[in-house]
């Protein structure tokens, strides 16, 4: 019963676009189910297969999910973590990765003196020695060396933990085929069943957060998040030139699907969005 199910989902997850529109070929399809003597028994063994290929889906994307998460986590704390505080706290005097490190590290170190001497200027605390005004700097870059050094060190297990969950979550892919066919299949049927005004809605909201003109502020703290997770220095020009050069790329391959695609399966879907935009 299973394989049955599998193979005849694999057949409607990759079938072929037609000449006429989906929603076409589906009515006629609806209207011909409803003159045949077994519609009934068809509707019901539909609705099994369609309970079962949500089952699947929501299985697998569960364990897509948690299974790179809980290898990042369990390796980086017990495996990798413990191996790279020891080899990275070896050599005392390594510090900071990149440029950036120590550029934040001045920046801060820098606003804590000026903040000192303005609390004492103002009364806010008592006068201090020049001594005592040193004596705190220095606990203060301590502090601030202490800091950089695990980030340091997070950083290069960020590298290896992120490459595992990376490679984790592939191998569930190529391993899982089946479950990989119904999963587009019910991505599919989750999205045609939305009507068209949904389909359009969504289609905006996407495009208006990943191309929109006011989404180039989010890929700048996302990629400079991105590149300090990962212990990379934050080169102004690499960040400008992917926020000037991705955005557009997505923004061609939407149009594109919109165009090659959706104005296949769903026209009105098209028409909608396109009134919804202007």
Not at 8 to 32: C, D, H, Q, W, Y
Not at 75 to 99: A, E, M, R, S
Not at 207 to 222: A, R
């Amino acid at each position: 019963m299973k394989n049955w199910n599998f193979k005849k989902l694999n057949v409607s997850a990759f079938e072929k676009f037609g000449p006429m529109p989906r929603s076409i070929t589906k009515t006629f399809k609806k209207f011909k189910q409803e003159l045949n003597p077994h519609g009934e028994s068809e509707v019901i063994e539909e609705f099994r297969m369609s309970k079962y290929q949500t089952i699947i889906s929501i299985k697998y994307i569960i364990v897509l999910i948690l299974a790179p998460v809980i290898i990042n986590q369990m390796l980086g704390t017990f495996i990798l973590g413990p191996c790279v505080d020891y080899f990275w706290n070896q050599d005392h005097t390594k510090i900071f990765l990149n440029l950036s490190q120590e550029e934040r590290a001045f920046a801060e170190l820098q606003r804590f003196e000026e903040k000192l001497r303005f609390n004492i200027l103002v009364d806010q605390l008592p006068e201090f020695s020049e001594d005592i005004i040193k004596s705190q700097l220095k606990l203060k870059a301590l502090e601030l060396a202490k800091a950089y050094t695990n980030e340091s060190s997070n950083a290069i297990k960020n590298i290896f933990t992120d490459l595992l969950s990376i490679a984790t979550f592939i191998i569930l892919i190529i391993a899982r085929k089946k479950q990989v066919s119904v999963l587009i299949c019910f991505i599919q049927n989750l999205i045609y069943k939305l009507s068209d005004t949904a389909k359009a809605f969504f289609i905006i909201l996407v495009m208006d957060i990943f191309v929109g003109f006011h989404s180039s502020h989010g890929w700048e703290v996302v990629i400079g998040i991105i590149l300090r997770h990962l212990g990379l220095t934050e080169d102004r020009d690499f960040i400008f030139v992917f926020i000037s050069t991705v955005p557009v790329v997505l923004d061609a391959f939407f149009k594109y699907w919109i165009f090659r695609y959706l104005n296949r399966i769903s026209p009105s879907a098209v028409a909608t969005y396109r009134n919804m935009n202007e």
